[in-house]
């Protein structure tokens, strides 16, 4: 279950996060709630997953952490700021590069209504 579907099923999660705890708390705290959110509609999530990066044919170890990844095919980005910037995006979809990921969101919830901060881009 990849694209449309699964993104729709993420973003209905982070909406029931977003009603339960509302803006204005760590990302961590969206993070854990998320994952157990997920983990609850029988998602497989990994949460701080490392992801090795290779620079010109040298392994340099655990360059960076996903968030989340449900069901090893959809990354999650997740931001508690006060708007999502060009940069932000570009964050995302270098991951989705650099792991092979088809699809990835970009959700922000500090914001009033979830809908506003979310981004879902694809590789």
């Known amino acids: 279950m990849i694209d449309s579907s699964l993104s729709g099923r993420v973003i209905g999660a982070a909406i029931e996060v977003h009603k339960t705890l509302g803006p204005g708390l760590l990302e961590s705290a969206y993070e854990l709630a998320l994952e157990h959110e997920l983990a609850l ?6 949460r701080q997953k490392p992801v090795q990066l290779s620079y010109k044919g040298i392994e340099l170890g655990d360059a960076l952490r996903l968030d989340l990844i449900v069901d090893d095919s959809l990354i999650v980005e997740i931001k ?11 964050q995302l979809l270098t991951y989705l590069r650099l792991t092979g990921a088809p699809i990835g969101l970009l959700i922000n919830f500090n914001v009033r209504v979830l809908k506003e901060g979310i981004r879902r881009i694809s590789n």
């Open 41 to 46: 509609m029988g998602h497989l999530v990994e």
């Open 80 to 90: 508690s700021i006060e708007q999502i910037a060009p940069l932000h995006e570009s």
